[in-house]
Nanobody
Framework: QVQLVESGGGSVQAGGSLRLSCSGS????????MAWFRQAPGKEREGVAS???????RYSDSVSGRFTISQDNDKDTLYLQMNSLKPEDTAMYYC????????????????????WGQGTQVTVSS
């Protein structure tokens, strides 16, 4: 099991940017899918962005064009670059990985992932 640790969260004004990082106790490079999820108070956890071992990416409609998921294999780290942040982006952000094979259409589903980090808080003020 991989222990995941997120960092990079914080408070920012609307229109600002943040970059989240996720590192693991074991190698992340060979994980088939990795993803970022978020959960706002009183809401269900939702998939934000995913990336597979071939570099294919997928985004939720709410962040497409503003967020970019990437992976640095040399540093064994997953990133989420968040630009043009909005107050509705306020949430706890989690990274997750899976050791299994996911259909692309399922790559933003919570149920598809095995290992989770503890989360990093992102707060966007208007």
């Amino acid at each position: 099991q991989v222990q995941l640790v997120e960092s990079g969260g914080g408070s920012v004004q609307a229109g600002g940017s943040l970059r989240l990082s996720c590192s693991g106790s074991g190698s992340l490079v060979r994980r088939i899918w990795m993803a970022w999820f978020r959960q706002a108070p009183g809401k269900e956890r939702e998939g934000v962005a995913s990336i597979n071992i071939a570099g294919y990416t997928r985004y939720s409609d709410s962040v497409s064009g503003r967020f970019t998921i990437s992976q640095d294999n040399d540093k064994d780290t997953l990133y989420l670059q968040m630009n043009s942040l909005k107050p509705e982006d306020t949430a706890m952000y989690y990274c997750a990985t899976t050791r299994g094979i996911l259909a692309v259409a399922k790559s933003l589903d919570v149920d598809g992932y095995d290992d989770w980090g503890q989360g990093t808080q992102v707060t966007v003020s208007s």
